[in-house]
């Protein structure tokens, strides 16, 4: 179980117990926070659960497979910090961590 | 106008296997996508990714789905009306009519939403002035290449499409090409070639910067990018091309009166009408308790939907339950 903190663009802030094993993605759509659309529903085929990481957490996540990149091409407004919270997979390591959500996922 | 018992609206594999459940049952359809092709997510998302679940199948690409899906459906003649997207659905007595962006408009008893998370459009710059050159100095692809010809010409993207033009316009046009990062998604052969007119100045390429801002009158005149590191960069240029690869999005088919869930379509697991009759949802797009966004689940949402279907088509007539290989009339429709 980590707490995870999703930041809106426009700053709303929710605080969420995630259960290890799920991704950053799912516990952000099964709590309902708006933001991560997740079209293609976590198979890496699109770029609509795009977040920014917190720039002191970026290096302790799950690093990139390949692909997610090429993915994150297609992201709205990609930065150094983006990452695809579909393939952030969720542990005891991660409580505490911080994304932001961009301004809008298309 | 055309008349026909069913309309699919989208030719993914959910979409052409219902199409191939309706030519078993004696129905006829009509099947409309925005792509210009079909296939749907299989063909643009993974054409040359395995997929590993598709019912005794044990590996095939999306590609090969598809192909053997259109082989299936072939005996049946049915039309796919490519390129263009539905606009506009009314109800007109018994029918629904629809018109497609193309201006083809169909009447029908049925619609079969099998639109996957909606229809693929190209994503577009961030820069919100952009929208304002759109077609007229800005696009996101090509129909006519001679307008680039003696021109300054910006390129933004890391795959096929990007690097291909640039290759392409670097002939006659002064190319500058832009991607986020320092790798290319694109082909090898490609990022190669680029790398070497980039050496011969035929092509400037520029890594790490995205666009930042755009400014002109009636054309555009100039642009700003912007590098990882916050340092920013302009140019002279009469045209930018942004090849970010396609993104899904619903669009009018949020106007139809349709129960959407978020991006999804409720739907009842008897025969996967929505709330409105005559509409059905399959695939990617329905909702309802246990839902999976599998392949495999779009195909038998698709058989039932097809029959739910036939009620609305022959009011009249009663269907019976056939299987393939032992019904004439079935073999006779397959052309067997």
Not at chain 1, 69 to 93: G, H, T
């Amino acid at each position: 179980m980590a707490k995870i903190t999703y930041i809106e663009h426009n700053g709303k802030s929710h605080t969420i117990d995630v259960e290890n094993g799920l991704t950053v993605m799912e516990g952000a759509v099964q709590n309902d926070i708006s933001g991560i659309d997740a079209d293609c529903g976590g198979s890496m085929a699109c770029a609509t659960c795009h977040v920014y990481v917190k720039e002191d957490w970026f290096n302790k996540v799950p690093s990139k497979t390949e692909g997610e990149d090429d993915m994150l091409d297609q992201a709205y407004e990609p930065k150094k910090n983006s990452r695809l919270s579909c393939q952030l997979i969720v542990s005891d390591e991660l409580n505490g961590l911080i994304v932001n959500l961009p301004e809008k996922q298309i | 106008m055309i008349k026909t018992d069913v309309v699919i609206i989208g030719a993914g594999p959910t979409g052409l296997f219902c199409a191939h459940q309706l030519g078993v049952i004696g129905l006829k359809c009509e099947i409309i996508d925005n792509l210009d092709k079909a296939g749907g997510q299989c063909i643009e998302l993974y054409p040359d990714k395995p997929i590993y679940d598709i019912p005794a199948i044990p590996e095939c690409t999306g590609e090969e789905l598809t192909k053997n899906l259109l082989k299936q459906i072939k005996p049946f003649n049915f039309k796919i009306h490519v390129s263009q997207r539905v606009e506009k659905v009314s109800k007109e007595g018994i029918n629904w009519k629809l018109t497609t962006s193309s201006k083809i408009e169909f009447l029908s008893p049925n619609i079969v939403i099998a639109g996957g998370v909606g229809s693929f459009e190209p994503r577009k710059f961030s820069v919100k002035e952009c929208e304002k050159f759109e077609n007229n100095s800005i696009f996101y692809s090509i129909k006519d290449k001679s307008i680039f010809n003696g021109k300054i010409v910006s390129i933004f993207g890391g795959g096929d499409s990007a690097l291909d033009w640039a290759i392409e316009l670097s002939k006659n046009s002064k190319v500058i090409l832009v991607h986020r990062r320092d790798e290319f998604r694109g082909a090898s052969s490609s990022v190669d070639k680029v790398k070497q007119l980039k050496k011969e100045n035929k092509i400037e390429l520029f890594t790490m910067y995205q666009l930042s801002k755009v400014s002109g009158d009636n054309n555009l005149e100039s642009m700003e990018i912007k590098h990882d590191d916050g340092t920013t960069k302009s140019f002279k240029t009469d045209y930018l091309l942004g090849f970010f690869g396609l993104i899904m999005q619903l669009g009018p088919i949020l106007d139809w009166g349709l129960n959407f869930d978020k991006k999804t379509i409720k739907v009842n697991t008897e025969n996967f009408e929505t709330n409105q009759k005559g509409i059905f949802a399959i695939g990617d797009i329905c909702l309802y308790p246990g839902k999976l966004k599998l392949i495999l689940s779009g195909f038998h949402e698709g058989a039932l939907a097809a029959r739910g279907c036939f009620k609305y088509a022959r009011p009249d007539e009663k269907l019976r339950f056939e299987f393939t290989t032992t019904s004439k009339a079935i073999r006779e429709r397959l052309g067997k």
